[in-house]
C-alpha cells in the first residue's frame, strides 16, 4: 500500500539506518558490560569521545551495513523481482573484491566472503549461501537480516511479500535460522508503513517464518521476559544468559544480535531514541542492530520520530556506497530514498518521482540538505519549504568525490569516481536578494583543495561550466553568498569532454578518482595506466550513471593479454560495453561477457592501438586505427562510465579521452 507520505517514509528509514550504523560503530564487538563502563548508556553520537579508545572518531564513514543495505537492491533496476541468482550477479558486479561492501574475513571465517568466493568459482545462489555447502555456524551468522531494509521499503504495507523478498536476496549468502531473522526484519520495516503498533507488527512478522524456529522462539521469549521486567537491563541479562555468544559459535552469530533487535523494538514500542539507547548499549553487533532498529523505528515514525535530540543535523543526509560504480559512491539518504522509492512505485503500479524535473540535488523531502554544509560565513542552513536556506553571508559546498576526511577511511576502503567533470555545465536556480557565485572545488598538483569560482552575480538562474582542470578531479561544488539566499535546486547533466591522464604536476588524487577493479595498477613506470589482471577480466573504472551518450577513445598496448581494449557504459564489473582485441587475432564487441560481434584483425603483442567506442542511444559503433569494424544496436545498456579492461594478462595507456556528442552524431 502506497500512502501520500510514502517517499517521506522511505527517507525516514533510510536516515533511521544510517543515523543509527554511525551511532552504534564506533564501539561495535565491544560486550555490555564495557559500554556501559566506559561510555554509560549510548543517548547520543559518541564519535567524539577522544577519552575512550573507539575504533574511531569519524562520524560519516564507509560501512559495510550501509553498503550492502544500498548497494543489493540496484538488481531492482533490471529485475522488479530478482531471483537469488539475480542477486548475486548484483554482488559480483557492484563489489571491489576485498575492498567493498564485504567484510572480507576470508573463507570460512566471513559468511559474506565465503559467498563472494563461492560464486566467484561459479556455485550459483542459493548454494552459495547454503547449510550444506558451507555449514550451519557459517550460514546463520548475522549478515543476511544486516542487509534486506532496501528491499523491504519497496514494498510498503506488504509485509509477506517484503519477507519473500529479502528472503531471495539473502539466500545468496546465508540460510537456516539467519533467513528467518531477515524475514522477520523486513516485515517489520514493510508493516511500520501502514501499521504503528508494535505488538501487532511484530504478530504479523513472527506469522511469516515456520513457528518451531529458533527465532520464532527467540522473539517470543524476548517479548514475554520485556513484559515481566521493570527494567529493560533486565531482560538483557536474560538474552545473554539464554541466545548470548556463548551460547552460538562463528563470530557473529544471528541469535544474540536478533534477539537484542527485537528487545530494543518491543521495550521502546518503535520510539527512536529510546530504542537507540538500549540496542546500543546492549552490545555485541552495535552498528548492524541499530541499523535494523533505525530503519524499523524511522519508516514507522516518519521524519518527526527523527527530530530530538538533533539526529539528523551532524550527519548533513551523507552516506558513502563504494562500489565499481564509483560515481555512485559519494550519495546522501535523500537520493538513495528517491531511488527506493520509485522502485516501489514502479511495484505498486504508479508514476515515478521526479523531483524538481531530475535535479541531482532538489531539497524536496522535508528538512533534506543533501550533503550541503557551511564551511565559512556566519551563515546557517536549513530546509523548511523544499529548498536550502542560507540565512547570512557563508561559503556552502556539497562534496562531488571523496572528501579530505575521507581519504583514509577507517576498516572499509573508500573507493570512489568523482560524479562532476571538466565540459559540465553546473546550473543552480536562487532566490533572494544576495550576490552569489557558484563553486566548483578540485584536487590539485599538491593534493590540496582548490576552487574555481564564477563572477559575483545577483540570486537567480546561475550557470558555469566546469574548465579543464588538467586532468585533476573535481572534489565539491556549491556557492558563496553575501548574504541570506536560497538554493531551490542544482544539477548538471551529459557526458564530460575531458582527458584522463597522469597530470603534469603529479600528485595521488587522480588516482584516486578510478576505481580499481583490477589485479594490480602500478603507478612507477612510464605508462599512466598499466595493468594486470591474473585470472579472469579486471577493470580500472571512471565515471558515473549520468553519461549517456559519448565517444570514449584511449591508445591501448597488450602485453601478454587474452584480451584488452576499453569500455563505455560501465555500471561495474559485469555489466559493461567493450571494445577489445581478442585471441591475437580478432577485435570483438562484447557486452559483459556476451560477444554481440567479432571480426577478423590481427594484432601483436606490444603494439599500441586506438580503441573508439561510440554509444549513442541503442547505437554502437567501433573502431580500431581509424577503420569502423562495428555498428549495432544494443538495448541493454542506457547509461554508465568507462573503464580499461584487461583479461589475463597485461595491458598498458596513456591517455582516455571522452567527448559528448553534438546532436547530429547521436
Not at 300 to 328: H, K
Not at 548 to 558: C, S
Not at 582 to 604: I, Y
Request: hydrophobic share 40%; charged share 20%; net charge negative.
Amino acid at each position: 500500500m502506497v500512502n501520500d507520505d510514502y517517499a517521506e517514509r522511505v527517507y525516514a528509514g533510510v536516515l533511521g539506518k544510517v543515523i543509527a550504523v554511525y551511532l552504534g560503530r564506533p564501539f561495535e564487538g565491544w560486550t555490555h558490560d564495557k559500554i556501559t563502563a566506559e561510555l554509560g548508556d549510548v543517548t547520543y553520537y559518541v564519535n567524539d569521545r577522544h577519552d575512550v579508545a573507539l575504533k574511531h572518531h569519524l562520524l560519516v564513514v564507509a560501512d559495510d551495513d550501509i553498503s550492502g543495505t544500498f548497494v543489493f537492491p540496484r538488481v531492482l533496476a533490471r529485475h522488479p523481482e530478482p531471483t537469488s541468482v539475480q542477486v548475486g550477479h548484483t554482488w559480483l558486479n557492484e563489489i571491489v573484491e576485498n575492498v567493498s561492501v564485504l567484510w572480507w574475513g576470508g573463507l570460512g571465517n566471513s559468511t559474506e566472503h565465503t559467498a563472494y568466493l563461492r560464486m566467484k568459482a561459479g556455485v550459483v545462489p542459493p548454494e552459495s549461501g547454503s547449510i550444506a555447502r558451507n555449514g550451519t555456524v557459517v550460514a546463520e551468522q548475522v549478515g543476511a537480516q544486516i542487509f534486506v531494509e532496501g528491499f523491504a521499503m519497496t514494498r510498503p504495507g506488504d509485509p509477506a511479500a517484503a519477507a519473500d523478498l529479502a528472503e531471495r536476496a539473502a539466500r545468496v549468502s546465508h540460510d537456516g535460522e539467519s533467513i528467518h531473522a531477515a524475514r522477520v526484519v523486513a516485515a517489520l520495516v514493510a508493516g511500520a508503513f501502514t501499521e504503528s503498533d508494535m505488538d501487532k507488527l511484530l504478530d504479523t512478522a513472527v506469522g511469516l517464518i515456520p513457528g518451531d524456529s529458533l527465532i520464532a522462539q527467540v522473539v517470543a521469549d524476548v517479548r514475554e521476559w520485556s513484559a515481566q521486567a521493570s527494567d529493560w537491563r533486565e531482560t538483557r541479562t536474560r538474552i545473554d544468559e539464554k541466545y548470548g555468544y556463548h551460547r552460538y559459535g562463528g563470530n557473529c552469530h544471528v541469535v544474540p544480535n536478533h534477539a537484542t533487535v527485537i528487545h530494543a523494538l518491543v521495550h521502546s514500542g518503535g520510539e527512536f531514541a529510546e530504542a537507540m539507547k538500549v540496542v546500543c548499549t546492549s552490545g555485541w553487533d552495535t552498528d548492524s542492530n541499530a541499523g535494523n532498529v533505525g530503519a524499523i523505528c524511522g519508516v514507522r515514525l516518519g521524519l518527526a520520530g527523527l527530530a530530538a535530540p538533533d539526529w539528523r543535523g551532524p550527519i548533513a543526509d551523507r552516506m558513502y556506497l563504494p562500489t565499481v560504480d564509483g560515481g555512485s559512491s559519494v550519495t546522501d539518504a535523500a537520493t538513495q530514498a528517491v531511488i527506493l522509492a520509485n522502485h516501489g512505485l514502479r511495484w505498486a503500479g504508479r508514476e515515478p518521482l521526479v523531483p524538481k524535473d531530475g535535479a541531482r540535488f532538489h531539497f524536496a523531502l522535508p528538512g533534506s540538505v543533501q550533503g550541503f554544509t557551511a564551511s565559512s560565513g556566519t551563515g546557517t542552513l536549513s530546509n523548511t519549504a523544499g529548498r536550502l536556506d542560507v540565512d547570512g553571508p557563508a561559503t556552502v559546498t556539497t562534496p562531488t568525490f571523496t572528501p579530505p576526511e575521507g581519504l583514509d577511511m577507517p576498516i572499509y576502503g573508500m573507493v570512489a569516481s568523482p560524479t562532476l567533470y571538466p565540459g559540465q555545465t553546473v546550473t543552480a536556480v536562487f532566490t533572494g536578494d544576495a550576490q552569489v557565485s557558484l563553486l566548483v572545488g578540485y584536487y590539485g598538483a599538491d593534493d590540496q583543495l582548490h576552487t574555481v569560482a564564477s563572477p559575483q552575480q545577483a540570486a537567480g538562474t546561475l550557470r558555469v561550466r566546469v574548465p579543464d582542470l588538467g586532468g585533476y578531479p573535481v572534489a565539491f561544488v556549491g556557492f558563496r553568498t553575501d548574504g541570506p539566499v536560497a538554493l531551490d535546486r542544482l544539477t548538471w547533466d551529459g557526458a564530460p569532454e575531458v582527458r584522463l591522464t597522469r597530470p603534469a604536476g603529479g600528485g595521488t588524487m587522480w588516482r584516486r578518482a578510478w576505481v580499481q577493479a583490477a589485479d594490480q595498477w602500478f603507478d612507477r613506470w612510464p605508462e599512466p595506466f598499466r595493468l594486470v589482471q591474473n585470472q579472469g577480466t579486471g577493470l580500472l573504472v571512471q565515471g558515473e550513471a549520468g553519461w549517456r551518450d559519448y565517444t570514449v577513445t584511449a591508445d591501448v598496448t597488450p602485453h601478454l593479454a587474452r584480451a584488452a581494449g576499453l569500455a563505455a557504459r560501465v555500471q561495474g564489473a559485469r555489466d559493461y560495453y567493450a571494445l577489445e582485441l581478442a585471441g591475437r587475432d580478432t577485435a570483438r564487441l562484447v557486452c559483459g561477457d556476451r560477444v554481440l560481434a567479432s571480426a577478423p584483425l590481427p594484432w601483436e603483442f606490444g603494439t599500441t592501438y586506438t580503441l573508439r567506442l561510440t554509444v549513442a542511444g541503442s547505437r554502437l559503433t567501433g573502431s580500431v586505427d581509424g577503420t569502423v569494424l562495428f555498428d549495432l544496436h544494443d538495448e541493454t545498456l542506457a547509461h554508465g562510465g568507462i573503464a580499461l579492461v584487461v583479461t589475463e594478462g597485461r595491458t598498458t595507456t596513456h591517455e582516455v579521452n571522452i567527448t559528448p556528442l553534438t546532436s547530429l552524431e547521436s
